[in-house]
């Protein structure tokens, strides 16, 4: 018999999330590379071509790291839940 599969606590989705970061970064490292190389060779335009969309990548990147960093492991994701003031009752002169 096949066992359920757990949902994902916030801290896994936080390390898949994390996991994928670093995949980016290191294709923007690759491709910064690429411009490294094409520079060394002389080549203005082919360096220039490396840098297609690197731009946009970092943007994407660094949007998505900001957004790690105010969500440290152990909180969750959603909005906490506001507690309800409760209104006194009448003729309860506490409050």
Known sequence: M???QRAPTTDDVI???QRDCERQ???VYE???EVVAALRDGVTV???GALVGVENEIADLSAILRLLVRTPSGIRLEAPEIPQRRSPKR???RQ
């Open 31 to 33: 491709r910064l590379g």
């Open 25 to 27: 970064a290191e294709q």
């Open 15 to 17: 390390r898949m999330i």
């Open 46 to 48: 082919r360096a220039l």
């Open 91 to 93: 003729g309860d002169k």
């Open 2 to 4: 096949k066992q359920r």
